[in-house]
């Protein structure tokens, strides 16, 4: 399973990291990891993916230049650092894993889904 974490409420320009943890299975090498989310009142849209090598990374045209997202390995975890926040970035995050070498922007794809966490930003 993948456990989604580090969602919370920051005021806008600030910075949050969330996590993605796998449990009962290995990402490297097997699994490309999303990043989706969801605001209220809209459809689920595509943020950001990494590959299985981690050898290639993709960005959402609104979170270019603000997000990073990045693998440890060694602690089977993705990561998706946040800065510069905008009220607009407020939705529910979800991680998600396809058994695949490169990423997709197409949720159908993939095969595991995190819980999701609340990423709030406001004054």
């Known amino acids: 399973q993948l456990q989604a974490s580090g969602g919370g409420l920051v005021q806008p320009g600030g910075s949050l990291r969330l996590s993605c943890a796998a449990s009962?299975?290995?990402?490297?090498?097997?699994?490309?990891i999303g990043w989706f989310r969801q605001a209220p009142g809209k459809e689920r849209e595509w943020v950001s993916c990494i590959s299985s090598s981690g050898a290639s990374t993709y960005y959402a045209d609104s979170v270019k230049g603000r997000f990073t997202i990045s693998r440890d390995n060694a602690k089977n975890t993705v990561y998706l650092q946040m800065n510069s926040l905008k009220p607009e970035d407020t939705a529910v995050h979800y991680c998600?894993?396809?058994?695949?070498?490169?990423?997709?922007?197409?949720?159908?794809?993939?095969?595991?889904w995190g819980q999701g966490t609340l990423v709030t930003v406001s004054r």
């Open positions: 998600a894993a396809d058994y695949s070498a490169e990423c997709s922007r197409t949720d159908f794809i993939y095969d595991y």
């Open positions: 009962g299975f290995t990402l490297e090498y097997y699994y490309a």
